[in-house]
């Protein structure tokens, strides 16, 4: 049977930067199925559900789900779509592609971050009247399945890892994150650091280019990869995996940018590049690093959309990927 | 009476760049009762204890404290010495200032940190074996109180105000923060936005001159001052205030410098900045502004020590300083 693909556009630019990306895939050619869903601000306007169930189903049973952006409902998408896909890692490249205006050229770091606790498995409350509570979350098994993700990638590619921690104030929670992932750090032959993620972002702005694999608590995770994407001039190329053990799921970083919205002129980069790393997910290497190599080529050479200077088209710059694979 | 002063060096450079910052003190005039403290690494090495009773007391009933910095010990010295001052604000001003290497020179914002709850207030514990939880509190007392001293900061300063937060996870804890700091900013007659704290990560390293007085929960606080001092060349000449309703604690935002501790070659800046807001703190405006300005005119004159590239001595430094108020 091949392998069947859940096409999830979303809202605004989604819907140009995915059917572009989807053929890119058809074009490197593993047989998939896709299967394409709703999610998003429009949905709900129209049915009262950001995620409708089908669309929640598809992805927890799908190998791998293709998404775009939502709107205002973005949370209530992608939160419940993580945790569909049974993703425990969301691993986020940060690099200075070629032609973007990046104040720190010469960063390339990945982020592997926490994607199912933290505050983001905080269970809230109003405990009495003006005074609210969030129980944040850290396990031993969910830090040590990230912090083995996160050597085990850095093994491959002869990187350093970082671990990212405020345990002098979160003693117990970061504690227990911190001291599973150096316990998972003694079985690897893999040089790594600790850091508290305050002194982490500041030197994160100043020497990007000493780090390489960066393993995060949730939170952590999403701050500091906007962050280091602040470095390499915005969202606008990065890509980004949730993965799990059975499936998983890709999506650009970028939002669903309403202001350019619907002209056809929206970079789909960010996605092909998301796609690649499905395509890696999935076991055909060498099908991803065509895709990637075909974006980045395209990236040097041209065509280029308005966000990076030019007047192509998100058709234009489909067309010159293809010729490029 | 005259106002009592409490003055704790601490660790490291604590012991350099605090009694530099008190000559500067007694020298601009205010007729003040100068009471020293320990604290840190070396005091707990002694005594066993970290921040000393006495310590604590002392700066639970003077008019403000000057505090220094501790080593490894610091989250156990400054964590109580804040709420032994009953602080709710901690100000952060973060500003190119004359000789740093800034990577965006035109960065000139203060962060306005709430500094009780969040996750500093939080209770934590393992709730069954490889399971931990800390309780986040976020109240509304404590959210329009520091939403107010931010605005009125803006107010005086004409300058704008964004709210920072997480409110599309912690829908309920830092939904209250939010709501409660817009409600306030509906009291004022100051331009305002709000920011995602990952969205905000990513501006403030792309564009922070678009930005003037930055209302933090307490995490989000830490990270994103951090951050933004690596904007300015780094922590080095970064004063702090924490602000309470009757009495306040000063310190710089740089740690024990472990490598310089001792030779005599600290910059004593920083903390001379945080000793000209403790001036304005007690209501010595002019005299603030003529640190400041000593502070400044020296940075741009020189003597320089080795960490902006001279060979100048913190007592060089601190000489110039003196005769240029
Ligand atoms: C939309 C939001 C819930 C999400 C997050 O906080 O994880 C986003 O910021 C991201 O990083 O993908
Ligand atoms: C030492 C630590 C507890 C402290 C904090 O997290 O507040 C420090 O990072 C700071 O920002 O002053």
Known sequence: DP?????????????????????????????????????????K??????????????????????????????ADVILPLRSAVDSFANVRPVRAYPGTDALHPDTDLVFVRENTEGVYAGHEDEIAPGVTTLTRVVTESASE????????????????????????????TDGLFLETAESVADEFDVEYDTALMDALAMHLVMRPEEYDVVVC???????LSDLAAGLVGGLGLLPSANVGDERALFEPVHGTAPDIAGEGVA????????????????????????????????????????????????????DAVLTKL
């Open 217 to 223: 608590p949730n939170l952590a995770g999403d701050v």
């Open 145 to 172: 399945e990230i912090a083995r993700y996160g050597f085990e990638y850095a093994a491959e590619r002869g990187e350093r890892v970082t671990i990212a921690h405020k345990a002098n104030v979160m003693r117990t």
């Open 267 to 318: 970079n789909p980069s960010a996605t092909m590049l998301s796609a690649a790393m499905l395509l890696e997910y999935l076991g055909y290497d060498d099908a991803g690093e065509r895709v990637r190599s075909a974006v980045k080529a395209t990236l040097e050479s041209g065509p280029h959309t308005p966000d990076l200077g030019g007047d192509a088209t998100t058709r234009d710059v489909t």
């Open 45 to 74: 306007a129209e049915t009262g559900e950001a995620l409708p169930d089908e669309t929640r189903e598809l992805a927890a049973n799908a190998d791998a789900t293709l998404f775009g952006a939502a709107g205002e409902t973005a």
């Open 3 to 43: 392998e069947r693909i859940a096409v999830v556009p979303g809202d605004g630019i989604g819907n140009e930067v995915v059917p572009a990306a989807r053929e890119v895939l058809e074009a490197v050619g593993p047989d998939f199925e896709f299967v394409e869903a709703d999610a998003g601000d429009e949905v």
